[in-house]
């Protein structure tokens, strides 16, 4: 179990499956920057975070609620959390843009889920991520494949904080999208690979040059 002091935010979940050096730079070195992606996805949440805890129905609607789970060691707000009167329980976040090729949304989703089991003593057994562009709920089951990523991804954030780690620079397509692209520099880091390997291949071709253990033969 996790105490307070090691809780760290579901958010960096994220941060960590899109890339492992944005997940550093923004939680080991505190950086941050804003693109206009940031932009849009905060203005979002801020809308679903606008309002009270309201009623539709049975259900009960709250807003920003707090979660953490000592057990995963995650603290964190839920844009949505809605609540029926037969016991189910149901996270939803607000996404910009549309579904992502990768789990990112649904590990996070799934994180959620997982400190209001623990929080409540209670099972939950599917949420919703609402996307901007399509404007409707994306129905996610948090079976066991899930669970084991989010608590996977978990450890693995962990691990990075706990040990300071900032994995090296890679230039990657999804470095177009990324807010910190001009304070990660990933083609900075490619230029000094290439440097790198260009004192290498001297280095290889002097070596070539140099004498070798047979060419002192002679003075035997
Ligand atoms: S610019 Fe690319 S390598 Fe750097 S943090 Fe962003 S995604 Fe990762």
Same mark, same amino acid.
């Given at each position: 179990?996790?105490?307070?002091?090691?809780?760290? =935010?579901i958010s960096a979940l994220q941060?960590l499956i899109?890339?492992?050096?944005?997940?550093?730079?923004?939680?080991?070195?505190?950086?941050?920057?804003?693109?206009?992606?940031?932009?849009? @996805?905060?203005?979002?949440?801020?809308?679903?975070?606008?309002? $009270?805890?309201? /009623?539709? +129905? *049975?259900?009960?609607?709250?807003?920003?609620?707090?979660?953490?789970?000592?057990?995963? @060691?995650?603290? +964190?707000?839920?844009?949505?959390?809605?609540?029926?009167?037969? +016991?189910?329980?149901? =996270?939803?976040?607000?996404?910009?843009?549309?579904?992502?090729? *990768?789990?990112?949304?649904?590990v996070q989703?799934?994180a959620?889920?997982?400190?209001?089991?623990?929080?409540?003593?209670?099972?939950?057994?599917? @949420?919703?991520?609402?996307? @901007?562009?399509?404007?409707?709920?994306? *129905?996610?089951?948090? *079976?066991?494949?899930?669970?084991? $990523?989010?608590?996977?991804v978990t450890?693995?954030l962990?691990?990075?904080?706990?040990?300071?780690?900032?994995?090296?620079?890679?230039?990657?397509?999804?470095?177009?999208?990324? &807010?910190?692209?001009?304070?990660?520099?990933?083609? /900075?880091? $490619?230029?000094?690979?290439?440097?790198? /390997?260009?004192?290498?291949?001297?280095?290889? +071709?002097?070596?070539?040059?140099? =004498?070798?253990?047979?060419?002192? &033969?002679?003075?035997?």
């Amino acid at each position: 179990m996790y105490t307070e002091q090691q809780l760290l =935010p579901i958010s960096a979940l994220q941060h960590l499956i899109f890339c492992e050096r944005q997940c550093a730079l923004i939680h080991v070195e505190q950086l941050w920057a804003e693109n206009v992606w940031t932009v849009e @996805g905060r203005q979002l949440h801020n809308k679903a975070h606008d309002g $009270k805890t309201d /009623s539709r +129905g *049975d259900t009960r609607i709250t807003r920003s609620l707090w979660l953490k789970s000592h057990r995963l @060691g995650l603290i +964190g707000q839920a844009d949505i959390v809605e609540f029926s009167s037969d +016991g189910t329980v149901t =996270p939803v976040e607000y996404k910009r843009g549309k579904p992502k090729t *990768d789990d990112s949304d649904r590990v996070q989703l799934c994180a959620q889920a997982i400190c209001i089991e623990e929080m409540l003593n209670t099972t939950i057994e599917r @949420g919703a991520l609402f996307y @901007g562009t399509r404007k409707r709920r994306t *129905d996610v089951a948090f *079976d066991d494949v899930l669970r084991q $990523k989010t608590e996977l991804v978990t450890r693995r954030l962990h691990q990075m904080i706990d040990q300071r780690e900032t994995p090296a620079a890679k230039r990657q397509k999804k470095c177009e999208k990324c &807010s910190l692209l001009e304070l990660c520099m990933p083609d /900075s880091m $490619k230029r000094e690979k290439g440097v790198a /390997s260009w004192n290498a291949r001297q280095y290889a +071709g002097r070596s070539a040059d140099a =004498p070798k253990s047979d060419d002192f &033969s002679i003075f035997e």
